[in-house]
T-cell receptor, first 110, second 114 residues
Framework: RKEVEQDPGPFNVPEGATVAFNCTYS??????FFWYRQDCRKEPKLLMS???SGNEDGRFTAQLNRASQYISLLIRDSKLSDSATYLC???????????FGSGTRLQVQP | NAGVTQTPKFQVLKTGQSMTLQCAQD?????MYWYRQDPGMGLRLIYY???????DKGEVPNGYNVSRLNKREFSLRLESAAPSQTSVYFC?????????????FGSGTRLTVV
């Protein structure tokens, strides 16, 4: 079983829709969490950190559920420009680098 | 501000050839990383350097070596390339190893081994 798992998608949604992705992690010692956005054939870019209290940045909301060991990313009012792959990343205690999921692909359609 | 610069952007190697992927950052970051990204596998850590003068193996280090030349530069060497090393390679840096710091990635090197 992978330590960080994501539904690969694609999630096909119309413009203006609300879409949510989850990312599950297996190691309960995971300490901090991030969402990255990766456009096709580009490098990942940090989208937002995920705090215990949740985190909101404009149309994007990230949540952490430690009891069920997953993080979520909610995108409201989807734009065509939101089409990308969204990677979650986890800092597992005792490791000195992030562990990444395989990503969830989002396609926003006109 | 260039951020993280990787060279080359593309490379084709024959099996058994060697090459070095270069990475440099100008953000005065302490920690640097090399990942490879394959379809369906996500980003997998090859090696990392928590600070200048130190390097450690990641999840998939076999077939690779690294050098942290100075604070700015972290290179990845393939001594004898194999088709299984066909991948996209990303270098990344972070200000320090801390749960609150994200990574800045370079634009990647697309390597094909034939």
């Amino acid at each position: 079983r992978k330590e960080v798992e994501q539904d690969p998608g694609p999630f096909n949604v119309p413009e203006g829709a609300t879409v949510a992705f989850n990312c599950t992690y297996s190691n309960s010692a995971s300490q901090s969490f991030f969402w990255y956005r990766q456009d096709c054939r580009k490098e990942p870019k940090l989208l937002m950190s995920v705090y215990s209290s949740g985190n909101e940045d404009g149309r994007f909301t990230a949540q952490l559920n430690r009891a069920s060991q997953y993080i979520s990313l909610l995108i409201r009012d989807s734009k065509l420009s939101d089409s990308a792959t969204y990677l979650c990343a986890v800092n597992i205690e005792g490791r000195r680098a992030l562990t990444f999921g395989s990503g969830t692909r989002l396609q926003v359609q006109p | 501000n260039a951020g993280v610069t990787q060279t080359p952007k593309f490379q084709v190697l024959k099996t058994g050839q060697s090459m070095t992927l270069q990475c440099a950052q100008d953000m005065n970051h302490n920690s640097m990383y090399w990942y490879r990204q394959d379809p369906g596998m996500g980003l997998r850590l090859i090696y990392y350097s928590a600070s200048e003068g130190t390097t450690d193996k990641g999840e998939v280090p076999n077939g690779y070596n690294v050098s942290r030349l100075n604070k700015r530069e972290f290179s990845l060497r393939l001594e004898s390339a194999a088709p299984s090393q066909t991948s996209v390679y990303f270098c990344a840096s972070s200000a320090q190893y801390s749960p609150n710091y994200g990574y800045t990635f370079g634009s990647g090197t697309r390597l094909t081994v034939v």
